[in-house]
């Protein structure tokens, strides 16, 4: 994946433009290498940068292909409500790995098991790409809603009558890290 504020810090460093060094880049895309590199720069992933594209795109602005990239987990339809998972995601925004596997460690709170696992996923994957473990930082740490879970449909009996549904809604926790440049 591809980083996209690392990418941005390096393109208003450089004193290229966007259009002079797209041009020239050998791009695997179905349209034209300047507007997939605006799309990447606005973080639109689309087309979806391969990692041919990233090291195309580190060689053209002189920089380590492992600068550019993120690693990302994630963990689908986890049985918690998406707003409880939220407060626990926005204890690790921005840490470093290790800080943040501490604070997770020591939360008292459900999901932070889930958010621990996700991140330990993500760590995993940036190690087999051969990324420095130690230099790694949470870039992004998401939940968005998934729904009441499935085999969940129960409805609770209430006065004259009525009842009332069971919501036990779940989430997608997503988390992306990436490597802290040194400057």
Known sequence: MLNVRRLNE???DSTLKVEDF??????NAACSP????KNW???LMKPQPKDDDIDALANKLEVDASELKAWKAALRYAPQSARKVRLVADLIRGRHVR???DILKFTPKRSAAMVLQVLKSAVANA???EADVESLYVAEARV???GRRIGTKGFIPKDRGRAHPIRKEAC???VTVAQITEE
């Open 22 to 27: 797209a041009s020239t880049l050998d791009i």
């Open 10 to 12: 390096i393109i208003d």
């Open 99 to 101: 800080d943040a596997e």
């Open 172 to 174: 997608h926790i997503h």
């Open 127 to 129: 190690d087999e790409a």
């Open 144 to 146: 968005d809603g998934a």
């Open 41 to 43: 720069k606005k973080g």
């Open 34 to 37: 300047v507007k997939a590199v």
